[in-house]
């Protein structure tokens, strides 16, 4: 590690005490346009199933209720090739993609005129569907094989077949995006839709939207404060499963030893400080066959593995300590080390910090569990606060 | 971009006082008579900066003749200087003298006069006595008691001798100035700064120790006066690495005696791990250097030790608010000279009570230490042995929260923690012939370490080098010089990796890579230095640049180098440079099983012109013009690494580094200096420049993102008498490039914010300025010297922008601001 990475790094741990230069908005803190959680139903996929994301989210921006405009991007754009264009069925049609798998002007025309969408979009959820072809593509770490020929599919192997890298192929992670926009915040680009569907705007434009979105220059010149993007992993099984990953269950949460049944209203004191614990149901915790390669690639061990359950909690006034989840970004823009000193100590816990105020007042708080398999469940909580 | 106007202007206001303060206000008590340096422009022969020294001395004034004072200056009231240039023949005799900077009133007169008169001990070149030419400032000074009107009596001094070495008959030798300390010649009361372009033309910019010590923020750290010079970029939180001409902070080599040196500075670049004490000479080279040095394709600072035995048992002791340290240096035999150095740092300690407990965590500030022992044993005239042991240790650590055990123990859980250690041996036989041959045998063995441990990775780097060097000049006619010489490295590497990923469970994985190779570099090289009637100097060369790592790496490179001279007038002069400077990769982007073993090392084509020019003796400006063409550099060329399978089956990881990036740097240099004369010294250095790097993607240039448009660095230093002493600096840069984020992508798999960058590095901070201020404080008597300082940095605390740092979803942002107001009181003390 080079002298200047390792005083950038160090100047990033030592930043907060020496000058309190963090930015101080906390992480659990919702307070614009942001999304809370993306749940798959099913929340493991197989080639043929049809997929559907529901988006949660606040709009704790708006000073009034207001509807959205969004672009759903299904799955990983990556410049001059499109990972899932089987998934959208548009490898069917010639015009829509060169030999070499690309996406042609028509074809982003397509896709674009499929996925976005303007207006009636409420929150705090948002479903969208898509299927999942039986010809899904290959993929491996995000990034299309260099050995893989266009067109060849993990559906056409033999499931116990190696995947290039002399790696057992189980499953693939795709991703989907989607860009929440509000009235007018996405003027660039409905525009363009618009004009796609009016038949009055080549195709090459569309082809520029999806770069621009691909590349994140498009967002440069959005007002970010009222645009949120959020992108969430799906996975799609290539192996037969006897049992499919299933979501866990949130049950409640526990406040003073007494469980807080979805839709309580809980109430705490201003400025105090609470323990709240999450409680899943028995089942939220499953084990799972999986198969150890052997280093030659020659072999695969099935082993039986357990899920792990990460937890993280959201509110819109307060703090609340994330055990989990966190992990800088890159370099000094990764973010501070959470130093509140509020440290839960189960995975399950957080140390809810309650906002001063001066009048009764209500929030919303969040919990989200997860496990590592991508199954999710989230619940809510009204909060009342008393002076 | 914001600014303080009234930083600036009181910032340049300070600076234009002190150049316009009268040199002195205390009439009569400051020296009156000392040899000045002098750059040669002829430069015939030799570099002291790229080639080692032969053994001769200057002449040594040891009969001083006193000037009758000019009846009209006496009758006026007048004070005058008048500059010499004295011929002195082999047996100390003055044969010549030459007015170089008359002062009227009769004063030159007065003064050739009693210079004719004066008696030297004969320079020598090895054991023989050679003519030499010196220049001598002869100064009248009225004296005036503080109870007395009495005026006329005159109080001359005769000069310090100059600790470093003369060169050989015939060579250009520059005296260096020197600034006599009231108590006499300090250790090391001469630093020699020197940029050079090419081998033989030397353009020297002597520092005296005085001005070492009265630059404020410097610390008397010779090798940190580097920093101020042009050419070189300022570092973000004194970050301590040398960044010259737009090359990165790896791309310049800092060597000891021609040996490379793993770590130049201490952590966060507050003083270099040597002290300034046991060096004869800084060679600070930006460019176009000889092909003595090689294995970076940027800059090179070259330390020297320093080889004469010490006169007498001299020490000091220097207590600050951040180290403290002690030298001393003495003669255990007639021909056995010893010096010790230590210092260790306690800015942990004093700092410690206000970073207790602080939200959980616990800071450990950067502690550092260093020490040499050197031995200088001088068996006849013509040899000189030099053994050296050094050593220097730095460390940092960031602990983080506390958690118990399952003994049931407190453990506190390290968030961060960083190491360099290096402990060195280091010889070198030094052999001389006359003026005609010298060769210079050094040898240097030793363990570095390296570490930094992070709480998902660490990396752990503990090579052992040995490295010998052999160079010998010849001067066969008067007006050729040859060079040539070893230049062999052997390094082992020891290099672990360990970082922790999630599996596909979820639960922590730890990753261990090793690498433990060694390999060869066996450069050799060979010089001409050649001058035709004294007006045109022109040295080729050339540099085989080899490196092997059995079974895995082998490649060589030739560096062919080329740096001319031309004296446009007597005080006028003109260099050149052009030559290839290559640089191998570092081992863990190039070793199997990590990097790529393909790897061809990167390189630059640097070429330079420059104009020199006199208006006196002691203010000179330089001029120089630069353009580094950098190719093949190592990049990183994606964010995936790729896994790669064996013959055997086994897989491993490498980092996908290429030879993709190509860079350019140019720009201008200036620098406007006063040598110190009178007490009163001072520079404005100024680079403009540019630094750009070839973005593969869309084929334009970026900026580097150390680049740098302005670099401003303005010094003045005075004298008031010999107890008082008051300097400041003044430094102007612009803010350093970064790419903005644009926005920030949700990843809701993780909770993570992916940044959404905008154009690289098309972003800049504000700029960067500061004040220094230093007052020092004297008392002097007959056995010991008291210096009490006050060195303030950033005097109107100007909250300089170091880096930017984001929210968690990078909708914020907080600038973080480099030093701020920093008053340093320190005292020391000299036996």
Redesign the interface.
Known sequence: MSRVAVVGALSLAVCSPFSGCSPSRPSSLIDDLRFVAAVGYPPELAPGDTATLRWEFLDAAATSPRTLEYLFLPCTLLPGLSDCLEALELADEPSYVTEEGALTEAGAAEYVRRYSQRGDVVPPSLALSFPVPRSFALLLGGSPPMDTPPGATRAAMPASSPAPGGMTQEYVDASASLLLCAPGGCPMLLAEVDALRAGETPARAAREVLDDLSSGSYLADLERADVSRATRSYRVSLVDQAVRNQSPVLMGVLLDELLQPPGAILEFSSGTLVLLEAQVSEDSVEQYETSLTSDDGSSATPVIEEETLTYRWYSTGGELSQSAGRRPGRGPGGGPPDLTGLTAEEPHQTVFSVPTVTQPTDILLYVVVQDNRLGAHWLSYPVHLVP | MRNHPSGHRLGLGILAAMLLLPPSTAVGEQDSASPIGQEDPAGSVGDRASHPPTTTVPPRLIEFVEAKYPEEALAAGLEGRVLLRLEIDAAGRVIDVTVLDPAGHGFEAAASDAARAFRFSPARAGDTPVSATLEYLYSFTLTRSADSTEVGEERRQAPSEAPSEAPPEGQAKESPDVQPSPTGSSPGSVIEVTDSIGAAPSVTRSVSMEEVRMVPGTFGDAVRVVQNLPGTART??G???ILVRGTG??DSGTYLNGMEVPILFHF?GLISVFNSSVLERVDYLPGGYSARLGRHLGGAIELATRTTLPEALTSYADVNLMDSSAYLEGLAAETLGYSIALRRSYLDVVAAPF?SN????Q?QLPRYWDGQIKLDYHPTSRDRLQLMLFASDDR?A?L??TSEGESGEEAQET??S?TTTALKMHAQWLHTEGSTFSHRLTLQLGPDYQG?I?PFAS?QSSPVYAALRSDISWKPAEALLLYAGLDLQVTRFNVDLEFEF?D????ATVETISLNDWGIAPAIYAEIDYTWRDRFTVVPGLRLEPLVIPGQYSKSRADPRLSARLRLGESTWMKAAIGRYTQFPEPYQMLDGIGNPALDPSYSIQTSIGLNYAFKPELKLELVGYYNDLRDLVVNSSN?PI?S?SDG???SLNLPFTNDEMGRSYGMEFLLRRASRDGLFGWISYTLSRSERLNSNTEAWDLYTLDQTHNLTLVAGVRLSDRWALSSRFRYVTGAPYTP??????????????????EANSARNDSFHALDLRVERTWIQKHWKLDLYLDVQNVYNRQNP????????????????GLPFLPVLGLKGTF
Request: charge should be negative.
């Open positions: 973000p939180f970050l301590g690495v902070p790896n966060g970073l602080m939200s959980g965590i800071f940092f960031v983080g929260e968030a961060l960083t930094t992070l990396i999630p596909e469970s979820g639960e995936e896994m399978e089956g086994d897989s984020v644009e926005g920030a992508s949700q990843d809701l798999d993780d909770n993570t914010w992916v940044p959404i960058d905008g170091e880096f930017t740092y984001y929210s968690f979803d990078y909708r914020e942002t907080q600038v973080i601001s």
